[in-house]
């Protein structure tokens, strides 16, 4: 047992995000035109993508062909997002949606519906109910 409680230092060196740079030119060179979003590129190669708007998120959902029934609805504390996930060259990429049309609250009537088990936070949501205004 040891009574050190300091976190270990990471041994990653930033060589080690060369597959995610080169995921994110990849992305950047062939969906030129989508909105650009907040990226971030974490240890261990990953890609996270952040989309301002449901606009967003959809473009980029539909160009990284995730299938609209891969959305996950998450809500927390005083927040409500859509996330995703997916692999672009051997690299994974998270993404997620945010200024959602609908509130909290409903996010969380929505899951407290039954339609999860209870041990989840988080609902997959059909895209086209949020754009209908349904929650």
Known sequence: MT????????TNTFA???PAIEAVTYLAKTHPTLPAPYTVLGQGAVIDLQAHTP????AWRAALQI???AVELHAYDEDAWL??????RGVPLLLMGYGLPIS???ARLEQDSGSTPTTTTA???SLSDLADGAA
């Open 3 to 10: 009574t050190d409680d300091t976190a270990p230092v990471p």
């Open 16 to 18: 080690d995000l060369l």
């Open 55 to 58: 606009d967003a998120f959809e």
């Open 67 to 69: 299938p609209p029934a």
């Open 83 to 88: 996330q995703t996930s997916t692999v672009i």
């Open 104 to 106: 909290v609250g409903e």
């Open 123 to 125: 609902i997959v949501y």
